[in-house]
């Protein structure tokens, strides 16, 4: 299979089930749960043909491991990233290493120097073990730049921490005092 239809498939099944499922007519549980049946025959409605083999084929060869199909086969979700109000899926706190890293444009820094980091549509701040993935994060919004963040300092003052089943940290919000704006942005570690 090319690659084209799975990186299509890829964004139609983020749309819908991070977002817009009723613009399918597709409800999600809280959990964010979807039925792959419901799934196909929803999307068939609206002109896009879906099969249990491409929906698979997305899930496995996903680069952010975006999505899950649960245990006995019968449903899918987005395991974070969602901005749909419907949708808040249970997770267990977890203590964060030391520091975390968060991606974004410098065209956005002003603003996050003023407000901290705050989640925009999404349910949480996005963060990431490495920078490396944070460099392509923020890559998506202009010229990249890397936060570091004191996750663990963060964690000690009672902000809760959560990490996906595909391992990005998720919090709240960041406040400008747990982010250190210079050294990670020239790329040495
Ligand atoms: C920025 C991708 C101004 C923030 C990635 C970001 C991630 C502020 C943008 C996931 C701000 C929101 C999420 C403030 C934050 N003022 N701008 N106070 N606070 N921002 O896309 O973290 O490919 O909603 O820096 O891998 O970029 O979709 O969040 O640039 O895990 O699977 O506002 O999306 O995964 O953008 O990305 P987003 P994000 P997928």
Do not use: C
Request: aromatic letters at 6%; charged letters at 20%; zero cysteines.
């Amino acid at each position: 299979m090319s690659t084209k239809p799975l990186a299509e498939t890829s964004k139609f099944l983020s749309y819908v089930l991070r977002h817009e499922p009723q613009s399918i007519g597709l409800t999600l549980d809280r959990e964010g749960w979807a039925s792959i049946d419901a799934l196909i025959a929803a999307a068939a409605l609206h002109g896009r043909a879906l099969d249990r083999a491409l929906i698979e084929q997305v899930v496995i060869t996903s680069d952010k491991k975006r999505f899950s199909i649960s245990e006995d086969g019968s449903s899918i979700r987005a395991v974070q990233g969602h901005s749909t109000p419907t949708v808040s899926i249970r997770m267990e706190e977890k203590t964060p290493p030391a520091v975390l890293y968060h991606g974004t444009a410098t065209r956005f820094l002003e603003s996050i120097r003023q407000q901290g980091l705050l989640p925009g549509s999404r349910h949480h701040v996005h963060l990431s073990e490495d920078a490396q993935t944070s460099t392509s994060v923020g890559q998506r919004y202009g010229q990249p730049v890397v936060l570091s963040i004191a996750a663990a300092t963060m964690h000690g003052q009672g902000h809760r921490f959560y990490q996906a089943d595909n391992g990005v940290w998720l919090t709240a919000n960041v406040p400008v005092d747990f982010i250190d704006f210079a050294p990670a942005n020239r790329g040495q570690r």
